[in-house]
């Protein structure tokens, strides 16, 4: 069972959000991004949307931070335990919870503005779901597991599963003393990465990073211009 929940359903997971993602782009590109509802609904898409999309670029930081530089990072740099804990539930805990505040928004203008639900499929749903269980899932355990019963050291167990994940070196043997939530958050995120491609979360993959350095488009008017 652990081999299938920590090594076999992960691959299978990110198998189907690459393939799925290539097949998309290549076969439906028509339909490839976020199909915008702003022209429907306006102010709480961008209250929870900004929310959301800053806190989400926080809570991704703080993934790297915490799961892809080993411990032994923070050691030689002389970063102690007490330190870092402090800092990742200080910072970690206010961007879920500003990205959570955002996803609730999200969720509930599109189930409650008729025009924004009549506009919606069944996958924006889905995915909404799925990522305000994710979230709601870290942000617990950040801001609430962790004062209860102590910060988790998952820089220790979590951080290196994973990145022995991404090597090709799975060890589902790390994962075993993981607490249940944290193991329910990692499951609900491998599962939404599964879902991914059917979803309009594939605009992830287009960010336009090279937006700034595109030559600008210039615009002039039909009409004559004035002369002063
Ligand atoms: C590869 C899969 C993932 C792993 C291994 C993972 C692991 C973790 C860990 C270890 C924590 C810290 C818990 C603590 O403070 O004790 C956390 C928190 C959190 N995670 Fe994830 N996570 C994953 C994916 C995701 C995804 C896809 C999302 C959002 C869509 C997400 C959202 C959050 C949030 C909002 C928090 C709480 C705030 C924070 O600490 O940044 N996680 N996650």
């Keep these: 069972m652990s081999q299938f929940l920590w090594v076999i359903f992960p691959y299978?997971?990110?198998?189907?959000?690459?393939?799925?993602?290539?097949?998309?782009?290549?076969?439906?590109?028509?339909?490839?991004?976020?199909?915008?509802?702003?022209?429907?609904?306006k102010k709480w898409?961008?209250?929870?949307?900004?929310?959301?999309h800053w806190g989400?670029?926080?809570?991704?930081?703080?993934?790297?931070?915490?799961?892809l530089i080993p411990i032994s990072v923070y050691h030689a740099l002389g970063v102690s335990t007490e330190f870092y804990h402090f800092n990742a539930d200080l910072f970690g805990g206010l961007a879920g919870l500003i990205t959570f505040a955002g996803v609730v928004?999200?969720?509930?203008?599109r189930t409650?503005?008729?025009?924004?639900?009549?506009?919606?499929?069944?996958?924006?749903?889905?995915?909404l779901i799925l990522l305000l269980i994710v979230?709601?899932?870290?942000?617990?355990?950040?801001?609430?597991?962790n004062n209860i019963f102590g910060a988790y050291e998952y820089r220790t167990t979590i951080g290196p599963w994973i990145r022995e994940l991404v090597v090709l070196?799975?060890?589902?043997?790390?994962?075993?003393?993981?607490p249940v939530v944290l193991k329910a958050h990692i499951l609900a995120a491998f599962s939404l990465f599964a879902i991914w491609?059917?979803?309009?979360?594939?605009?992830?993959?287009?960010?336009?990073?090279?937006?700034?350095?595109?030559?600008?488009?210039?615009?002039?008017?039909?009409?004559?211009y004035r002369h002063y």
């Design 135 to 145: 979230i709601g899932i870290g942000t617990f355990e950040t801001v609430g597991y």
């Design 105 to 109: 928004i999200l969720l509930w203008r």
């Design 45 to 52: 898409l961008r209250r929870g949307s900004l929310m959301f």
């Design 112 to 127: 409650f503005d008729s025009r924004v639900r009549a506009n919606s499929s069944t996958s924006d749903f889905v995915a």
């Design 197 to 224: 491609p059917f979803t309009r979360l594939v605009h992830v993959f287009s960010l336009p990073i090279r937006y700034p350095l595109r030559a600008p488009v210039q615009y002039r008017s039909r009409n004559r």
């Design 12 to 41: 299978l997971a990110l198998a189907l959000m690459i393939v799925g993602s290539l097949y998309r782009f290549v076969y439906g590109q028509r339909g490839w991004g976020s199909k915008s509802s702003e022209i429907l609904e």
């Design 169 to 178: 070196h799975p060890n589902a043997a790390l994962m075993k003393s993981v």
């Design 56 to 67: 989400m670029l926080f809570v991704f930081g703080g993934h790297v931070m915490g799961l």
